[in-house]
């Protein structure tokens, strides 16, 4: 059981997080976008988050908390 | 206390001990090696620290770094070497740190010479690296006014946050006299609470002289303006010498006034020619109303601005006078000081209305 | 459920100006987050460059300066003189370091300054638009050479650490990457030994961090971080070049 939460409005879309998780768990959403103008990054099946935090080590606006 | 035979450069460098002076960052140029090379012997005997940088733009720029911790710190050169500092002089006063600048000024242009000139005024007063700004610029004419300003110039740096340089030249550096060396600084120096590294404070610090918004920085430039006002009209220092029912007036500033008060002794004997001499102790802010008020008086037929340099304190004349009396300029430069005949020959001419 | 990753309070709520993708923040976080971990946060002083970080100060949560261009290893000299108890950084990036700034970090080095270097490497001037860097690889297309940097004309990358390490003034120089999360992990261990060097009283330490630039390599952030790893890997090698 593993929890990961993104602060939306900091996030500039670019996916990294979405290359690095393990278990392509997570996405840009598709329609949504944040006050900067992006489509965010979101987890679109958190029972198969292992918490392994490599989204939160690649974001580089340091968007993401990983929890366990 | 008994007075000592001392160099001025190095009688600059005790004076900034004393007046609590515990770093300094420079590089070699003559002719003020004297001053690293003195700084370099007594700093670590007074638990300071004396450190030769790479360059001149290096070692202003530990003088930014030192002064953005909250440090009483200096840094002195010549000419050339000033050219170089004037980066760091600029982002000092784009982030208001106080720090001393001293220049023993050479001739210029470019590499110039090693001999004594004035060939600097117009980038000492001007700012002299990229911005609207101002130092406040000391010209002490002998070895014991340059020691007695040392302390006020660290003072004054503190109090404005602003960069204060002590204008000299080859010849108030290299020249020995005797002087009287002032009482070690037994106060505290003031707290610094702005600067980096401080206890008891509640928000970090932040030394810095970039805003990106255009009207954050003209607000900046307006905050920094109004300060120079304060400056105007509280910090101008000159010395009047018979300026009283003068027939001519000379406005000259440093080795150049010693000589200039030579010349008018010897004007009423020779010539019989009464010459008040206005003495500029800070070039900036200028001694605007001093030198206007020597001027109208109905006695003066000429004011002359006497330097080491092609004229450029005459445009502060100019300005002063503002059409009210001929103002006229004599000097030599590159190296060359004007002898006491020079000058005796110039306002002779004067005299004769040539 | 424990909490394995959040944003280290080493870091201001300001959110980053940097491009989408840009490693830089990665970095800030790592030198953030080893500030923290060493328990010197709350008295460093960090000294922000001239280019793509010149807004640092408004991300560290600690005492800042603003250098001029290339300077940050004067003025971060100047601040360690006064502060020697405190831990003094300055994070710069190529064209501030390796260009502009050579004559200052090579003398702080060598004088052993015990301050640390982050030196952010991505072989562009970001900042100004993409212009060529001291570290541009041969070839490289960049707005000032853009038929390709043409080594006769404007001649070789800068491998920074590979010279200062020949000083006797480092104590410890190391170089990274932040392409995939196992270098970004290594890159947080290289950087923790460089801050502790200079708390040990060693000398001077820097952490060279191989980083991106995807506006002005013309790239996605995969792209890249693919690039970096392809092409300024075997120009930059990883590793530690010294060590006392």
Not at chain 2, 41 to 57: D, H, I, N, T, Y
Not at chain 3, 8 to 34: K, N, Q, W
Request: with cysteine.
């Amino acid at each position: 059981m593993a929890s990961v939460k993104f602060n939306e409005e900091m996030c500039k879309g670019c996916g990294l997080c979405v290359t690095f998780c393990p278990k392509q768990i997570l996405r840009m959403a598709p329609v949504r976008i944040n006050a900067k103008g992006y489509h965010p990054a979101e987890c679109i099946d958190l029972e198969k988050c292992i918490g392994c935090a490599s989204c939160a080590r690649m974001c580089p606006d340091v968007v993401i908390t990983v929890e366990r | 206390m008994a007075k000592v035979l001392m160099k001025g450069n190095e009688a600059i460098a005790e004076a900034a001990i004393l007046a609590g002076c515990r770093f300094f960052f420079g590089y070699p140029i003559t002719p003020q090696n004297q001053i690293p090379e003195y700084m370099s012997k007594r700093m670590p005997k007074v638990g300071g620290c004396f450190l030769q940088a790479e360059s001149e733009v290096s070692a202003i720029n530990m003088v930014y770094g030192a002064a953005g911790a909250g440090a009483r710190v200096m840094t002195s050169s010549s000419s050339p070497g000033i050219s170089l500092k004037q980066e760091g002089i600029s982002y000092a006063v784009g982030a208001e740190l106080p720090l001393v600048v001293v220049n023993m000024v050479r001739g210029g242009p470019g590499l110039g010479s090693i001999q004594p000139a004035q060939s600097d005024y117009f980038q000492a007063t001007r700012g002299g690296g990229h911005g609207d700004y101002r130092l406040i610029c000391f010209a002490p004419a002998n070895v014991q006014e340059a020691v007695d300003l040392m302390g006020k110039a660290f003072d004054l740096a503190d109090q404005y946050r602003n960069p204060v340089m002590m204008l000299g030249d080859g010849m108030l550096g290299q020249i020995m006299e005797p002087v009287e060396m002032p009482q070690p600084r037994k106060e505290a120096l003031p707290a610094k609470k702005w600067a980096a590294g401080q206890p008891g404070r509640s928000e970090r610090a932040i030394i810095n002289s970039l805003y990106i918004d255009p009207a954050a920085c003209e607000e900046h430039n307006n905050d920094l303006t109004k300060k120079y006002k304060v400056i105007e009209e509280n910090e101008v220092m000159v010395e009047n010498i018979d300026t009283e029912g003068a027939d001519i007036i000379v406005v000259a500033y440093g080795t150049m006034a010693r000589v200039c008060m030579r010349a008018a002794r010897e004007a009423k004997e020779k010539l019989g020619l009464k010459v008040g001499i206005v003495r500029p102790i800070t070039v900036w802010p200028y001694p605007y109303k001093a030198v206007y008020e020597a001027a109208v008086q109905p006695s003066v037929k000429a004011v002359v601005s006497i330097e080491m340099s092609c004229g450029q304190m005459v445009d502060d004349v100019r300005i002063a006078v503002n059409g009210a009396k001929p103002v006229s300029f004599y000097g030599r430069t590159g190296g060359v000081v004007p002898t006491v005949k020079d000058i005796l020959n110039y306002l002779s001419g004067i005299k004769e209305g040539k | 459920m424990a909490v394995v990753f959040q944003k280290t309070s080493m870091l201001t709520d300001a959110p980053f100006h940097y491009c989408p993708g840009c490693t830089h923040g990665i970095i800030h976080r790592l030198v953030a987050e080893v500030l923290d971990e060493l328990g010197v946060g709350e008295t460093a002083i960090g000294v922000a460059p001239v280019g793509c970080a010149v807004f640092a100060y408004n991300y560290f949560n600690c005492d800042m300066m603003e250098a001029a261009h290339g300077r940050a290893p004067a003025c971060a000299t100047g601040a360690k003189r006064v502060h020697p108890d405190k831990v003094v950084f300055t994070y710069q990036g190529d064209g501030d370091l390796a260009s502009i700034g050579a004559a200052e970090i090579v003398h702080a080095a060598a004088r052993g300054e015990k301050i640390t270097t982050i030196f952010v490497n991505n072989a562009i001037y970001g900042m100004t638009g993409g212009q060529m860097a001291p570290t541009s690889l041969p070839g490289q297309i960049t707005t000032t050479s853009p038929y390709g940097r043409n080594t006769e004309v404007c001649g070789f990358p800068v491998n920074m650490s590979e010279m200062l390490s020949q000083l006797n003034g480092p104590a410890y120089i190391e170089r990274v990457s932040v392409h995939d999360v196992k270098n970004v992990v290594r890159a947080k261990q290289a950087i923790k030994k460089a801050f502790q060097a200079q708390i040990d009283g060693k000398g001077f330490s820097m952490v060279e961090v191989l980083s991106t630039c995807p506006t002005n390599w013309g790239m996605t952030p995969q792209e890249a971080l693919k690039w970096l790893e392809e092409n300024m890997i075997p120009q930059f090698p990883l590793g530690v070049y010294k060590e006392v």
